[in-house]
């Protein structure tokens, strides 16, 4: 059973940035994932890292401006987030994949953190 613990957010003005943490119980050796989820809307997918960093994916709204990175030797995920909009508030949740693909669909992990809240204010 893997445990993954989300760190990290808090409150900032448009254009700051955060640093969001996922620490994993135990080593992963699949694709990693952030999804975000704002209220009344649907989880969405927003970065992906394959197991030895090679293969990035990211949300079209995001590119540019976030960046996955992972430590495996931590068990960590990272998500560097700059020039952060309002639209970007969301409750953020770390998922260990079910294999080594790097895919946008929820479907796909089977491990989820408990989010942690990112809030940008205009």
């Known amino acids: 059973q893997v445990q993954l613990v989300e760190s990290g957010g808090g409150l900032v003005q448009a254009g700051g940035s955060l640093r969001l943490s996922c620490a994993a119980s135990?080593?992963?050796?699949?694709?990693m994932g952030w999804f975000r989820q704002a209220p009344g809307k649907e989880r969405e997918f927003v970065t992906a890292?394959?197991?030895?960093?090679?293969?990035?994916r990211y949300a079209d709204s995001v590119k540019g401006r976030f960046t996955i990175s992972r430590d495996n030797a931590k068990s960590t995920v990272y998500l560097e987030m700059n020039s952060l909009k309002p639209e970007d508030t969301a409750l953020y949740y770390c998922?260990?994949?079910?294999?080594?693909?790097?895919?946008?669909?929820?479907?796909?992990?089977?491990?989820w953190g408990q989010g942690t809240q990112v809030t940008v204010s205009s």
């Open positions: 998922a260990a994949g079910r294999s080594a693909e790097v895919t946008t669909t929820p479907g796909s992990y089977g491990y």
């Open positions: 135990g080593r992963i050796f699949n694709a």
């Open positions: 890292i394959s197991w030895n960093s090679k293969s990035t």
